[in-house]
């Protein structure tokens, strides 16, 4: 038996939850994304607390456990204030802002009215993006502390105070008096987190604790690991993530000098590629105008339609100055002419309304006869689209699909005397269509790629790479014939970006000059490619119109419209976008392997499976590889590039457990005794982790406790609101032996286990500030549960591999399965409801699970996914009639008036016949049980008394007339029942329940004063 770590017995979620909530809401200026694109990237302060929750020991005096920890943390009410160091001024934001953003969204004392919180926090981060470093650090000295003082400030909720606050990963840790207090408790000598992990690690392992992550994707785990002190290990199988990962731990943390040179080196090749372009001249016209943006187009010639059709799902091109393209038809061509013009306000809002929409529905509009329709799909023919040849870079003539440049957007800086007589610089934009000069640049721009084309694909600075079928590649493919990675950029963006390739690559280079350009040159494409859209709304750049990136969301959608950067367009790309810190120690790893390969010993390991995410990461990240598979072949020889489908995790069938069995075998063989493991997975549904455990269980691991982190969450609120969506973090060891273990015997100690830890984390739960809500007790349960069984080899002599692959119908459970939803029921039934102690016991299933259910919702919970636990966990199969609504995230249960509508009427009730019962029935066709309950006729009576006006007679009577003597037994509970019932319509959010909770406390207070 090894000492206990900190994260075995607690975790304080309600905080990490809220913290990781803060820096998602970074969006682009959380630490690593600024790196490059990867999806599902875990929080770095969610990381750092695993781990050290993981070296940290648990003492005999939990309390203090969880002060000391939240102090490590700087989450403690002392850490919180010193990070609280204020905000920026509006003042001071409306000063650094351009002229644009000035204009639109400022006013003389601050933001324009009307704007909501996120709105403003866009409009700062847009400004913030357009800052040098000098004008960031400049704006960011004028924070004023908000919070006057520090009782002010405790007097808040977490998360309200964490809105005042810089991440923990932006200040420099505990305080001196905090780390005396820390080494006290902990019996060390740190002075930072380095040094404390140090000693912890070698106190555990005897040396510095090595972590590492298998499936390491855009690198969080390493790099944290690394950034606070241990030696870490990161490996892929994709090469995209090897590079992330690879830059997280040597650009980053490579220190000041490794930064620095990299950035010089990238301005001097974006130097290099501004001159070739300006010696083209294929950016600026005669007007001294340079390109800001170049809108294109797909058009087509339906059969039956004597000119091509310009499509798109609207014209609108800028909301701020009311741009819009029209269409006209040219005698004698079967092209139409676009015009640019500005419109009224009252037409900008019927073009935002389609007007002129050309595409709609999946179907093509005629736009001069709206009742014109083609299907998109029925254009592509009955054998689909031409496929395009690798020295396609525009449509063939006669290709279904034709391009077309429609509107250029023109930028000129101009000297103007403003009214105090001094010069200042102005930005003047136009927006036109396209004339003959810049159809002949658009000319040149393809010739000028043509004549190179064939040498930059040999050299790698252009992709070559053929597009392999797969569940999203396969759209880009399917809906424009699409063959190759290169078709999936402009001529002009191939030449732009390709420029950049080739000055990075012309010079002496070295890993992290390679790695920087690689970096660049994904994040350019990931800005900058046929699958941009346009975007002109308002809350976008100001309304001048901003494009949009490739992976807005996980797919690779085709658009009818796009935008085309200059080179200007692209730099803030490219560059490299370094934070502050030290150099790491040299002794972390990244690399590209099979997890299943893996031969490194680590003493943690942290990963984050692949598990039912469906983010096809082999197929997405091909867009960005193809860009520098060749050159990263010269970096690092030992990397595939090639993301190697055939052996990506991904699903969650059969071939899936076996890889995942596999794996975590692998791990567990390459771990001391005494080491840890977490898995990390975000999924809705806390039920399928229960099919991880089992996966984790067969890999001869043990779990000992488990904690969900609100990682992803809507404005609406942390731990609360709906769409709040939990990353599960799982805690391992090794099983030592493998006991063989009986059911029978099993079920008294989960059920020992479940109400042991139920109750811990109750003893630690702060009234004012709940640290665990219902989901948080439900996983508990399911942790306690394969806590107990997970430390068998067999169960009443079955092997548990065996049990994981065995082929069941789809209605039937293993006794694995079983044990685990039987710990679900123990800890529902421990978790009473506040208030119903006295009522509880003497309860059915079904009523207590509408009690609960009730409970859940007088708490904000509404996810359908819930209610489902619940019933699960009481054992109730259907609850259809029971709920008033069922959407996902809109679930609410029936009041008692509700229930008169619903239909659900008690048995044996009087007009029962009268009311449709059918929704009363189970799927069999027998009553639904709780239409027999004692609660669902005190919820009758309740009805009775509303229907009455309030009198309780009627009510009070068909309570005696229902029970007849046995009415006397039940009077108290009754009156207990109602009186919680009276209680709801208080709550916040049950306003539904306002009126029978009010009939509630009315028949309570005659039920009590009732007599025989
Ligand atoms: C959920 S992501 C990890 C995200 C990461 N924790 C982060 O914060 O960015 C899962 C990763 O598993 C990788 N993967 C899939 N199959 C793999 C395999 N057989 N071996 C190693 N890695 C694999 C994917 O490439 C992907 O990067």
Request: glycine share 8%; hydrophobic share 40%; charged share 25%.
């Amino acid at each position: 038996m090894f000492m206990r770590a900190f994260i075995e017995t607690q975790f304080p979620i309600a905080r990490l939850s809220a913290e990781s909530y803060k820096e998602r809401k970074a969006g682009a200026s959380q630490t690593l994304t600024g790196l490059g694109k990867w999806w599902g990237r875990k929080p770095l302060i969610l990381v750092r607390a695993s781990i050290l929750g993981m070296l940290m020991p648990a003492s005999d005096n939990p309390k203090k456990d969880r002060e000391i920890f939240l102090k490590i943390l700087t989450m403690d009410d002392d850490g919180a204030w010193q990070r609280c160091k204020g905000e920026i001024p509006v003042a001071a934001w409306r000063e650094a802002a351009p002229p644009e953003i000035q204009d639109e969204f400022f006013g003389a004392r601050g933001f324009r009215q009307g704007l909501t919180e996120e709105e403003k926090e866009d409009i700062c981060a847009q400004i913030w993006g357009t800052l040098t470093e000098e004008e960031r650090q400049a704006l960011d000295s004028q924070r004023r502390r908000p919070v006057p003082d520090r009782a002010t400030f405790d007097a808040l909720t977490y998360a309200e105070r964490l809105r005042h606050c810089e991440r923990p990963e932006n200040v420099t840790g505990p305080t001196a008096a905090a780390w005396t207090e820390i080494n006290v408790h902990l019996g060390t000598f740190a002075n930072n987190l380095p040094e404390l992990v140090e000693e912890l690690g070698h106190r555990t392992f005897g040396h510095t604790p090595r972590v590492g992550d298998c499936f390491c994707g855009g690198g969080s785990i390493p790099f944290e690991a690394a950034r606070i002190g241990c030696q870490a290990f990161g490996s892929d199988l994709n090469p995209v993530a090897g590079l992330l990962t690879w830059a997280s731990l040597n650009l980053l943390g490579g220190g000041r000098e490794v930064r620095e040179n990299v950035r010089r080196v990238q301005e001097d090749v974006f130097a290099a590629a501004g001159r070739q372009i300006t010696e083209w001249g294929i950016e600026q016209n005669e007007r001294g105008e340079r390109a800001e943006a170049f809108l294109c187009c797909v058009e087509v010639k339906p059969e039956g339609c004597d000119y091509y059709i310009p499509l798109a799902p609207s014209w609108v091109i800028s909301e701020k100055y009311r741009i819009v393209t029209i269409w006209h038809k040219v005698p004698g061509s079967d092209w139409l002419q676009p015009e640019v013009i500005a419109v009224s306000k009252s037409d900008l809002e019927l073009y935002k309304a389609k007007k002129g929409a050309t595409v709609a529905d999946s179907r093509v509009i005629d736009p001069f006869d709206p009742n014109r329709t083609w299907s998109v799909e029925a254009l592509r023919g009955p054998d689909g689209l031409r496929r395009w040849t690798n020295e396609d870079l525009v449509p063939r003539p006669g290709d279904v699909f034709q391009e077309r440049l429609y509107c250029i957007r023109w930028v000129k800086t101009i000297t103007e005397i403003n009214s105090a007589g001094k010069p200042v610089e102005k930005i003047v934009r136009r927006y036109a269509a396209p004339d003959a000069a810049d159809l002949a640049r658009e000319d040149k721009v393809l010739e000028l790629l043509r004549e190179r084309f064939a040498d930059w694909q040999r050299e790698g600075f252009t992709p070559s790479k053929a597009i392999i079928s797969g569940y999203n590649t396969e759209q880009p493919i399917r809906e424009r014939g699409w063959t190759h990675w290169h078709h999936l950029f402009t001529p002009r963006q191939l030449l732009v970006h390709g420029v950049l390739m080739q000055k990075a690559h012309c010079g002496p280079s070295n890993k992290q000059l390679v790695v920087a350009s690689a970096l660049g040159i994904a994040s350019c494409c990931n800005w900058n490619s046929r699958l941009c859209g346009w975007t002109p709304q308002l809350a976008r750049s100001g309304g001048i119109g901003a494009f949009a990136q490739t992976f807005y969301n996980q797919a690779l959608n085709t658009l009818f419209n796009w935008g085309t950067r200059p080179l200007a367009g692209v730099h803030d790309f490219f560059a490299f976008k370094g934070g502050c810190m030290d150099a790491f120690p040299e002794r972390n790893i990244a690399i590209v392997a099979d997890a299943r390969d893996l031969r490194e010993t680590c003493d943690l390991w942290v990963t984050d499976p692949p598990y039912a995410d469906a983010v096809n990461y082999h197929e997405l990240g091909d867009f960005f590889l193809a860009w520098y598979d060749k050159q990263l072949v010269k970096a690092f020889p030992e990397w595939t590039p090639d993301a190697r489908a055939e052996l990506a995790v991904r699903g969650d069938g059969e071939d899936f457990r076996r890889s995942m069995v596999e794996i975590y075998r692998n791990l567990a063989d390459h771990m001391p005794d005494n080491g840890l493991q977490m898995v990390m997975f975000t999924h809705q549904d806390p039920a399928v982790w229960a099919d991880l455990g089992m996966i984790l269980w067969a890999a001869g691991l043990k779990a000992t406790a488990a904690w969900t982190i609100s990682t992803e969450t809507e404005a609406a609120g942390i731990k609360k609101g709906n769409y709040v969506q939990g990353t599960v973090c799982l805690v391992l060891r090794k099983r030592a032996a493998n006991d063989p273990g009986f059911l029978d015997e099993v079920y008294p100690l989960v059920e020992d286990e479940v109400k042991h830890q139920i109750e811990s984390m109750q003893a630690l739960d702060e009234d004012d500030e709940p640290n665990f809500n219902d989901a948080d007790y439900q996983l508990a349960a399911y942790a306690a549960a394969l806590k107990v069984l997970t430390q068998y080899g067999t169960l009443d002599g079955r092997d548990v591999e065996h049990e994981v692959f065995a082929v069941r119908p789809s209605n039937e459970k293993s006794d694995f399965e079983t044990v685990i939803e039987r710990a679900l029921g123990i800890a529902c039934d421990t978790l009473v409801p506040r208030g119903l102690d006295n009522a509880w016991r003497d309860l059915s299933l079904v009523e207590r699970y509408y009690l609960r259910a009730l409970d859940i919702e007088s708490r904000g919970e509404r996810r359908k996914g819930m209610y489902e636990e619940l019933a699960r966990g009481f054992g109730v199969t259907d609850i259809r009639p029971l709920l008033k609504s069922d959407k996902a995230n809109g679930t609410r249960m029936h009041t008692p008036s509700g229930f008169a509508a619903a239909g659900l009427a008690p048995v044996g009730e009087a007009d029962a016949d009268a009311l449709s019962v059918r929704r009363g029935r189970t799927a069999g066709g027998a009553a639904h049980p709780f239409a027999s309950s004692a609660l669902r006729h005190l919820l009758f009576a309740i009805r009775e008394t509303r229907t009455a006006d309030n009198n309780p007679e009627p009510g009070r009577q068909y309570l005696r007339d229902t029970f007849g003597q046995g009415y006397w037994g039940r009077r108290e509970r009754f009156i207990s029942l109602l009186e919680w019932l009276a209680a709801l319509g208080n709550a916040v959010g049950m306003n539904e329940w306002l009126n029978d909770s009010e009939t509630a406390r009315i028949l309570a207070g005659r039920l009590r004063n009732d007599q025989a």
